[in-house]
């Protein structure tokens, strides 16, 4: 008999726990359910700023999904906070994650920056100026009052992403209850164009060759849309063509590059405007190795090196055409001289079509540095002059 009670005690205690526990996960799905949940954004759709979860006794929000970003802008989101405690609270060691993540923080009349770029996590404190410009005093802290509020301002750079980006700022504090709190904040990058290919390589070329290349740029968010004009840039020709394939909008873009008419160049970037999305812009990047009218060996610096008193020196710099001209300098002028002008001279001689220009130091140069610049003024119809930086040392 007493077996038989010992059996069903144990079975009545172990149902009754699992009812305690059915109704434990029913109270969390309960919580969880009210809370609202990042959206993925989807093609087509209009960006927006959701916000997520979290929270603690200071911040009743401390995770924000802040929307969807083309190409550009920064994503930002704001975290508001009291001070739930009757003591002073410092916060320190602000830290952000990455460079590409900024933070303001406001309370009352007082604004604290934590930097990016080009410097991470540098904490300043703004400063009003009077009748002048506000300066950044760089602080260790922040000072929080008892039950004092304010909001955190936290920005994300979202110029040229494609896909999720995500950041944290991390506070530690000397609360108690809270020694360290974590903000965090994500943005997705949409791509409203897509320029195939990416980057147009045109390879080496002479400054007075031309090259042709094509791009097609369709836009995977829009299927009807307008090129309206090309930012003018020196150097570049192009037209556009306008293509639709079941429904689909795609532009063909014809460009050219050259002839150049400066000494050196490199391609560049090519700006286009649209009528998606008030004017809505992409770039087609082209790249090439500009060969210049002529050539300067050893370079536009000339290193002399050291110099032994009593003794002269001479270095030869030589000018050589690619376009097959017959070079000459008109005139020589030193600039920037370190020393008196009887010391340093310039001479031209002819080795086939190539110039050769001698710069030379006299022998009675005095001790010290030796540095300066020849301009050289040339008779090529495009290059007027070179300018050749040089130094060294008399000793």
């Known amino acids: ?18 009812f305690a526990l059915a109704q434990d996960t029913k109270g969390v799905q309960r919580a969880d359910a009210g809370l609202p949940q990042p959206v993925a954004p989807q093609p087509g759709t209009t960006p927006r700023q959701t916000t997520a979860s979290g929270g603690n006794p200071w911040f009743p929000v401390t995770i924000q999904d802040l929307g969807t970003f083309f190409g550009s802008g920064d994503a930002v989101g704001t975290y508001k906070f009291k001070n739930p405690t009757d003591n002073q609270i410092e916060w320190k060691n602000l830290t952000g994650s990455c460079q590409c993540a900024r933070s303001e923080i406001r309370i009352g009349d007082r604004t604290y920056n934590l930097s990016g770029k080009p410097k991470a996590n540098v904490l300043t404190r703004v400063v009003r100026g009077k009748g002048g410009p506000d300066q950044n005093e760089v602080v260790q802290q922040i000072t929080i009052g008892p039950n004092e509020e304010g909001e955190v301002e936290c920005h994300l750079d979202m110029h040229s992403i494609t896909g999720p980006k995500q950041a944290t700022l991390e506070i530690h504090t000397t609360d108690p209850a809270l020694p360290m709190v974590r903000l965090q904040f994500s943005a997705t990058g949409a791509q409203l164009f897509t320029v195939a290919p990416a980057d147009v390589n045109l390879n080496k070329m002479t400054w007075a060759e031309s090259r042709d290349f094509n791009v097609t740029v369709t836009s995977p968010l829009h299927k009807d849309w307008n090129i309206l004009r090309m930012e003018d840039h020196k150097g570049f020709t192009a037209t556009w063509e306008k293509s639709v394939t079941n429904g689909m909008t795609s532009w063909t873009i014809k460009g050219k590059y050259g002839p150049v008419d400066s000494e050196m160049g490199g391609g560049g970037q090519l700006k286009f405007f649209t009528d998606v999305r008030g004017e809505s812009t992409f770039n087609v990047r082209v790249s090439a190795f500009v060969q210049g009218p002529l050539e300067v060996k050893p370079g536009c610096f000339l290193v002399l090196g050291l110099v032994p008193k009593g003794t002269s020196l001479k270095k030869e710099i030589v000018f050589e055409p690619n376009d097959g001209s017959s070079l000459e300098a008109k005139s020589f002028r030193f600039e920037k001289i370190s020393l008196g002008s009887e010391f340093v001279t310039a001479s031209q001689h002819k080795d086939g079509n190539k110039l050769v220009v001698e710069l030379a130091i006299a022998n009675n140069a005095p001790t010290g540095l030796l540095k300066g610049d020849l ?8 290059v007027k002059e070179k300018r050749i930086m040089f130094n060294g040392f008399v000793r």
């Open 1 to 18: 008999m007493n077996r038989s009670h010992r059996l069903l005690g144990i079975v009545f205690v172990s149902a009754l726990g699992s």
């Open 375 to 382: 301009v050289v003024e040339l008779n090529h119809p495009l």
